[in-house]
């Protein structure tokens, strides 16, 4: 038998795009090329362009892969310009998942940012498949202003579920805004959880990431339940061209969730 | 290990023997520097096996500069066509120490490597004059083989004395053993004076050694033990190029007809915009930060991953660097 190529991406069609904020777009495949836990991260190609790392946003259980997408650089604007029907390419699923074993009976505090909320989502989804295993899930997410705040249309319909706390803000309000208003670090003063035993979720911009942490070490949670969603260049997605590599860990293959207990020596792990 | 001996007169017979099914690669001398040459029966170079590597480094031969590893949306792996590489040094065999465990031991195993390495026969030969650049022995080697290559050859008096250390080598040794001659007690002699003789020069160019925790210092090192040579760096990058042990690289895709090409090509982690992501942040936007990794990478990460350097000690980095520093003179100091 022939040996897998782990750099061959997988063809498949985008079924639908749907625009979630100005800058951010879902884009919903046409099946499921890969299996992956929540947690894990595939290569996304643009044929002929190049590719990047994305954490699916849909569920691991779903029929249909999923991305939500903001749009950074040259890979994502090309992504972008794509329409339904057209082709791109799937690598993985690469790196390790969420340790959902070691969440189960406990109450998950989850903390999202921006198009951090894209993982978030997945690893969301994931919870609520099983929602009897948890004790309560507590979902915190922050976006700059009203009109960034991704799945607008699916938070209505989460907030209605059983054992499930969501709270959000945003940096600016407006006339249609009645949430707090402030960064996403303002509405950690209340951790209705019991820190001593809780894991908790971070995925975010860099700067958020830092201040979330430090709030959360603060508040009380062990260092080993600390998960944060790493972002680092990346290339190869399989250990072994080197650029996503932060301290002695290479982010796509012993991440792209770390814990604070990992990364806490590390000089910047949020640059 | 079985030992056999090959007349010098019989060297060029033994290559065309190996042509038959392969390309036949090989040091030869040219103004004072040896360079990797391709055998030809037609035009033959003569071979030198006493000096010390290769100016070029033998990462091309299994992990080229710019290699497709992949097309899509059909997938057309070509064949990796056999070669043998002859008079490979310790230091090099590093290199592929390093490779072998990044591209076939840590999962996923790589095929494109894979078939390559699979098509190669590496003959190595020992390094009996080691050079003012060289530090093997500062890394954990000495200069002759002891594993990786599947013969190795010690240049004696009366020939080359090859030793055998795979089954491959055996296969090949099986196809010329008429070219070979009986061995003595005296070329064993003469080939373990040889080494003795070499592993001396060395700590006569390197009088000191690093010391023992090398690894755990480069660790705990900050950005300031490295400043002077820093400060000399002009960011050219050849000593990233030039290493046996560096493995890095970055895919990008390219449209050829109706099809992408997916290319590997080596990269290095000096370069400004290496660990740069899409939104523009980026964690090593300091050459600080980009020097003093390199050194992390070598010898306290690579160590912990494998338990040995990612260094060679074969001195290309600071023969080709710009500013002529020297990565002795910054290790000795930790």
Known sequence: MEAVNPYYPIPIKIKKVIPETPNITTFILDGMPIQFEAGQFAELTVPGVGEAPFTPSSSPYADELEFTIMKVGRVTEALFNLREGDAVGVRGPFGKPYPLKDFKGKEVFIVGGGVGFAPIRSLFLALVHNLKDYKRICLRYGARTPQDIVYKHLLPKWQKLKGVDIVLTVDVGDESWNGTVGVVTVILDDIPVNVKTSPTVVCGPPLMMKFTTQRLVEAGFKHSNIYLSMEQNMSCGVGKCNHCRVGKFYVCKDGPVLTWQDVKDIEEPFA | MKLYLLPSSNLLDFFSRLAKDGSVFYPVLEEEKTHIARFDTDKTFEPNFNRIRTAENIKHFFFPSRDVVATFPEDTQKKASKQYIVGVKNCDLRGIDVYDKVFLQWEPADPIYQQRRDNTIVISADCPQPEDCCFCTLVGLKPYAEGVSDINMTPVSAGLLFEVLTERGEGVMSTAKDLFTEV???????????????????????????????????????????????????????????????????????????????????????????????????????????????????????????????????????????????????????
């Not at chain 2, 033990?225 to 390219?254: G, I, K, Q, W």
């Not at chain 2, 915009?273 to 090593?284: C, H, L, M, T």
């Not at chain 2, 070598?298 to 600071?318: I, L, M, P, T, V």
Request: aromatic share 12%; hydrophobic share 30%.
């Open chain 2, 184 to 334: 003595g007690k005296e070329q064993e002699k003469e080939r373990d004076a040889i080494r003795k003789e070499a592993v001396k020069k060395l700590s006569t160019i390197n009088e000191r050694n690093f010391k023992d925790d090398i690894g755990n210092r480069v660790d705990k090192a900050s950005n300031e033990a490295m400043r002077d040579a820093r400060n000399d760096c002009v960011e050219c990058h050849s000593c990233l190029h030039v290493c046996p042990t560096c493995y890095c690289f970055l895919l990008s895709d390219h449209k050829k007809g109706k099809d992408v090409e997916r290319v590997r090509t080596w990269d290095a982690c000096y370069y400004a915009a290496y660990a740069r992501v899409g939104g523009g942040a980026n964690p090593r936007s300091k050459l600080d930060d980009r020097f003093w990794n390199r050194f992390q990478c070598k010898f306290n990460y690579f160590n912990q991953y494998e338990n040995f350097y990612a260094c060679s000690g074969c001195g290309r980095c600071f023969r080709g660097c710009s500013a002529k520093i020297d990565i002795r003179e910054i290790l000795w100091k930790l």
